[in-house]
């Protein structure tokens, strides 16, 4: 196999909107040496001309308005290396901020995917590189372009199959009405699109074994798929400077409060459990659909609608165990964040999550309220059971962190580049 010259060798890597998994993909391929470049909506360079533009704002509107652009940036990435094209990204912006949801918004992300895959493609046939990586649902026409011009075309497929989603929201629909609203639909040429960018590509990255299995069962090559968890910052996220309280049991949720994520189901546990001495439920996220499907367990938690990024930690530091009984997922971030500080979690496989049953945690099956009630119960009990998961979850923690994926992305290219 030939060896690969990191720096001489040609990376883009492109996504239309703001991406956490994104920043840390391409300013992962930078700090390991490779020619990285990112091509994207808008990227926020906070050492340039719109930063200098902002700081002249007096206090308060500069403080709003920089608190939304730290979305749009990276440290690992240097703005240098940076294309945007904004336009598209910005008329998405505006019809989520109108209040546009459903089939409605899913076509406007789709109709702002397409645009910025054709000037990717675009630019890629005037300027080949050596791989092209894009994710999923806006990289069909680059990785045509990219296997035009040679090169490697990698696709980065960060949630299990579309329709394998699909069928479960369906079915979920049927099992909880209540939660119907909070199910995702699609136009039919989404799906399509998705279709094609799987078998259009050469090589494909998931997080976790769940993707990699929604995947092959529909058709997918497993020899063209490699499995890289992501990682956290382990830093940012890790356990109280002090103990918990003994006096209390809190279990905490944090994403979306949708169906999707298993939210009737963390509810209908903390119902069951109501009885138990000093437990507690705090349910962090925005809601998703009917405020009425909530209204039956109002007394059951409490509820954070929004927390600033920069405070999140302290939610974790502050809990006694994670809960996440989703459906349907990638690898959750927030699986990670809750192991970083230490908590035990109690998930399902379709979470894609690196807990392991029974050593950092529980993992049960999904719509199993039985089993999620028995984990929660075992934990509440055994303060030394929580204690030793505890210290395992940290531990497995630093085992994914985000200088381990870039080391892990890094290393997998250079071995699909070399066996080209």
């Known amino acids: 196999m030939a060896e690969i010259v990191r720096a001489a060798t040609r990376v883009v890597v492109h996504h239309p909107g703001s991406n956490h998994l994104a920043y840390n993909l391409v300013g992962g391929l930078q700090a390991e040496g490779y020619d990285a470049w990112f091509d994207t909506g808008f990227f926020y360079d906070p050492a340039g001309a719109l930063a200098r533009l902002v700081g002249a704002l007096p206090d308060g509107p500069r403080a709003r308005i920089e608190r939304e652009l730290k979305r749009r940036t990276n440290a690992l990435v240097d703005p240098r290396r940076v294309h945007a094209w904004p336009w598209a990204e910005l008329a998405y912006v505006a019809a989520a901020r109108a209040g546009i949801g459903g089939r409605r918004l899913a076509a406007v992300v789709g109709w702002r995917n397409a645009i910025m895959d054709r000037r990717v493609a675009r630019a890629l046939r005037s300027r080949p590189p050596a791989a092209v990586i894009g994710h999923d649902g806006s990289a069909l026409h680059a990785a045509r372009a990219a296997r035009e011009v040679g090169a490697l075309a990698v696709l980065n497929q960060v949630i299990g199959h579309v329709e394998h989603g699909l069928a479960l929201e369906h079915q979920e629909a049927a099992l909880a009405p209540q939660f119907a609203e909070s199910m995702a639909t699609l136009p039919a040429w989404i799906i399509e699109r998705h279709r094609a960018e799987l078998a259009g590509t050469d090589t494909v990255i ?36 002090a103990p918990r309280p003994r006096d209390r049991f809190r279990m905490l949720f944090v994403g979306h409060l949708s169906q999707r994520k298993g939210i009737g189901y963390v509810l209908e546990a903390a119902r069951r459990l109501k009885g138990l001495p000093g437990l507690e439920l705090v349910l962090v996220g925005r809601k998703i659909g009917a405020d009425a499907a909530f209204a039956p367990y109002a007394d059951l938690f409490r ?29 959750a971030f927030v699986t990670y964040e809750a192991l970083a500080s230490g908590l035990p979690v109690v998930t399902t496989p379709n979470a894609g999550s690196v807990v ?48 381990a994926y870039r080391r892990r992305i890094a290393a997998q290219l250079d071995a699909w580049l070399a066996a080209r």
């Not at 995947?215 to 990682?231: E, F, N, W």
């Open 206 to 241: 998931v997080p976790s074994d769940y993707v990699r299995d929604t995947l092959t069962a529909r058709g997918v090559p497993s020899g063209k798929i490699a499995v890289i968890p992501y990682g956290v910052d382990v830093e940012r996220f890790r356990p109280p400077a």
């Open 356 to 403: 392991r049953d029974g050593v950092e945690g529980y993992v049960v099956p999904i719509r199993d309220v039985e089993a999620l009630c028995a984990r929660l119960e075992a934990l509440h009990r055994d303060p030394e059971l929580r204690a030793r998961m505890s210290e395992a979850a940290r531990a497995r923690a630093l085992d994914f962190t985000w200088a």
């Open 303 to 331: 509820y954070v609608s929004a927390v600033p990024f920069h405070e999140v930690h302290a939610l974790f530091q502050d809990a006694d165990v994670f809960v996440y009984p989703s459906l349907h997922e990638g690898s």
